[in-house]
């Protein structure tokens, strides 16, 4: 599903992501781990096509669709969903509306006729009680006055509403406390489907126990250094990530 | 925006290239002005003795006055000498259908959402008897006079209720008030007069629109309206679609009177034509607009959103008389390409319990040039006052300008006055986030901007906000920044 060849990219002159080789296929769920500065958050940004990233080189192929050279919103409506990692708050907007407007679109896109008022609410009903989400929430302003829990909870509230292909989850465990990462959890794995896949960028292991990954990646100085299984995470838990910048160095390969 | 006014330009011009089909007496004015133009105009109409008389010494008063230079606008020097100042009704070519009018054009009425009917009249399409406006306007002065209400063209007034027009006509707004409503009392054309009687709560929301004889509103509207005790009414004014009109200067002047215990709502969308995208040709909107709050417990809302003109200057006021009265101020200015807007209220607190509140929405996009000018005086007797003004400015862009000017006088310690203000731009951030989600940047953009006029949309009639909305999308058109 997710086709990415040695991409190359960087804010302001300096380069971050050097020769960032991935590959997602549908049904599976990776995980991207990493220290600090490694690139993560700049992938994720990269991917959703932030125009502060410039591309300077490689290719990323969306099934089979040149991804960079989509807009964003493009990406968004060809099935792409990133749950930021600070969803910033737009005053006056209602979420509702706004969730609206994004399903229609996504649905415009697609092929499939755009739903009304009535068949929206119904939707929104069903998929609040799947997350545990105070629906007295939406009729606010988007993200406006949520908690730092409550807006990561409404990211993946928006995301079983518009139901991506693929869904990219920046650190989205960062902030939360046990409970709610246990039901931000609990809502992305209700949401796994053999036809979409997931790319969870974390920090720490913790979420991993949580939303179980297939493939677990280390991203250092700009590239992937390692692929293992989910016990790869656990390993870095203990041994942290410096024993990895020798692979790193040496430009290695898993 | 500009391949709709190209459109809309050459659309207009045809309509002159074409000639006319004029079944219209055609005599004009030539053009200029002095006390014998003043004295034919008065003729034309038909006027009484009255009215001709408060023409001539407005007229008088005039010639004595200079032209204020004070707002923060910019246009070239008008010469009063070249305009006409009585004009035959406009010739329209009449079409056949819908079809015969540019696609371009059809499209930005699609967008505004305004209904086919409606399309045809502003197009000039030849419209069925049944569903002609006129006949539709006679049904509803039916039902408002059934309950005592008059609602008719100024005109019409001065001779059918001379008595009530001499009554009211010039203590809101006195022909010497300043330069604009010296020249519009000389030599106003039409306008509206509505007077609701005691204790009536006007049925339905009054509009232009209804007006029989609505050939485009003139150069010099005048417009009256009288809530005596105890009633209350609605009144809408102007409409989304673009307006072209040759005369560049519009100074119109409205009045607006509310007895002890009377509500009047005032609601105007404004979108005259704002002149190409060097800010040329377009329409300069210089309004005096003030309400008086005459009796006890009255009260007095002017709630618009202006999207048009090259240039918009105007404050509707409220003067707050009566005690324990309430004055409102709810605006959105929107100045895109080069559009200059200098325009807010002033509350003048003279009885005791007044209160006023003014919101102000100034958005900036383009080239376009926004100030506030605001003014709450509290008056020695003005016991207990309360005021809230709060006055945003939203930023598009790095090429417009946003500016405020308030001015606040009080006279009496135990006002209470507070003000707010806040200079904002769409953040890169909310934008990407709503491209995130499959929103377009300009469709994220409408979002934003309609969030950021809720609080002042939210006060006009339905049907006009949700027009307004639309508006203000087309008029953002372009605006990316």
């Not at chain 2, 003729?43 to 407005?58: N, T």
């Not at chain 2, 039916?142 to 001779?159: D, H, T, Y």
């Not at chain 2, 008389?321 to 895109?336: I, K, Q």
Request: proline share 4%.
């Amino acid at each position: 599903m997710l086709e990415i060849r040695d991409l190359c990219a960087g804010v302001e002159g300096n380069p971050i992501l050097q020769n960032l080789n991935l590959r997602v296929k549908a049904g599976e769920v990776h995980a991207i781990m990493g220290p600090n500065g490694s690139g993560k958050s700049t992938l994720a940004q990269v991917l959703a096509g932030r125009s502060d990233y410039e591309v300077t080189g490689g290719s990323v192929l969306f099934n089979g669709a040149d991804l960079l050279a989509m807009k964003p919103e493009d990406r968004a409506r060809a099935g792409l969903f990133l749950a930021f990692q600070y969803p910033v708050e737009i005053p006056g907007v209602n979420s509702t509306s706004f969730l609206k407007a994004a399903l229609n679109e996504c649905r415009k896109a697609r092929g499939q006729e755009e739903l009304d008022a009535v068949e929206f609410l119904a939707l929104v009903k069903e998929k609040t009680k799947l997350l545990d989400l105070d629906p007295a929430l939406l009729s606010r302003s988007v993200n406006e006055g949520f908690s730092g829990g409550e807006k990561k909870r409404n990211e993946i509230f928006q995301m079983a509403v518009l139901e991506p292909r693929l869904a990219i989850l920046d650190e989205t465990d960062s902030g939360l406390d046990i409970d709610a990462l246990k039901i931000v959890a609990g809502g992305v794995n209700k949401l796994r489907r053999p036809d979409n896949a997931t790319l969870v960028i974390t920090h720490y292991q913790r979420l991993l126990n949580y939303i179980v990954p297939d493939i677990v990646h280390v991203l250092m100085e700009g590239r992937i250094v390692k692929t293992g299984g989910k016990e790869l995470a656990l390993e870095l838990e203990e041994r942290g990530y410096d024993w990895l910048l020798e692979t790193a160095a040496s430009n290695g390969k898993p | 925006m500009d391949s709709t006014t190209d459109t809309i330009e050459s659309f207009v011009n045809s309509e002159y290239k074409y000639g006319f089909v004029s079944d219209i007496e055609t005599d004009s004015f030539a053009p200029g002005l002095n006390e014998d133009v003043v004295r034919r105009i008065s003729l034309k109409k038909g006027e009484p003795d009255f009215m001709l008389d408060w023409r001539l010494k407005a007229f008088r008063h005039w010639l004595t006055m200079t032209e204020p230079h004070w707002p923060n606008v910019h246009y070239p020097p008008i010469d009063y000498q070249a305009y006409i100042y009585y004009a035959a009704a406009k010739p329209r070519k009449k079409l056949g259908s819908l079809d015969e009018v540019d696609p371009e054009l059809r499209k930005t009425f699609d967008k505004l959402g305004i209904s086919l009917d409606e399309q045809k009249r502003l197009s000039g399409v030849a419209v069925d008897a049944i569903l002609d406006s006129a006949s539709v306007a006679t049904t509803f002065k039916e039902e408002l006079g059934r309950q005592g209400i008059i609602f008719c063209s100024f005109n019409e007034a001065v001779k059918e209720h001379p008595e009530l027009v001499r009554k009211y006509l010039g203590t809101v707004v006195p022909a010497n008030d300043n330069f604009f409503a010296a020249l519009n009392s000389a030599v106003f054309s039409d306008g509206s007069f509505c007077y609701i009687p005691k204790g009536v709560r006007c049925p339905m929301e009054l509009s232009t629109y209804f007006r029989i004889n609505t050939a485009g509103a003139g150069q010099f509207e005048r417009t009256l309206l009288v809530a005596d005790e105890g009633s209350s009414v609605s009144y809408l004014e102007g409409c989304t679609a673009p307006m072209r009109d040759t005369n560049q200067l519009h100074a119109a002047v409205v009045e607006l009177i509310a007895l002890e215990g009377a509500t009047i709502k005032y609601s105007t969308v404004q979108n005259w034509y704002p002149g190409d995208k060097d800010g040329k040709g377009g329409i300069y909107n210089f309004v005096t607009k003030r309400g008086k709050c005459a009796g006890r417990h009255s009260r007095i809302s002017w709630t618009q959103v202006e999207t048009g003109s090259a240039i918009t200057w105007k404050y509707p006021s409220v003067m707050l008389l009566g005690d324990d009265s309430v004055g409102e101020f709810y605006s959105v200015a929107l100045t895109n390409h080069r559009q200059q807007a200098d325009t807010g209220t002033k509350m003048v607190h003279a009885g005791k319990n007044t209160s006023s509140t003014i919101v102000s929405k100034g958005i900036s996009a383009g080239q376009g040039n926004n100030s506030y000018r605001g003014q709450v005086k509290i008056l020695k007797s003005a016991a207990n006052a309360r005021n809230y003004s709060q006055c945003d400015s939203l930023l598009l862009g790095d090429r417009c300008g946003a500016h405020t000017f308030p001015y606040i006088e009080v006279r009496n310690s135990t006002a209470k006055v507070e003000h707010e203000a806040s200079t904002s731009k769409i953040g890169e951030d909310q934008i990407f986030y709503c491209n995130q989600r499959g929103i377009a940047t300009q469709d994220a953009i409408n979002m934003i901007v309609n969030g950021y006029c809720k609080e002042v949309f939210k006060h006009l009639p339905m049907e006009f906000a949700v027009e307004a909305q639309k508006l203000l999308g087309v008029s953002l058109e372009g605006s990316v920044g």
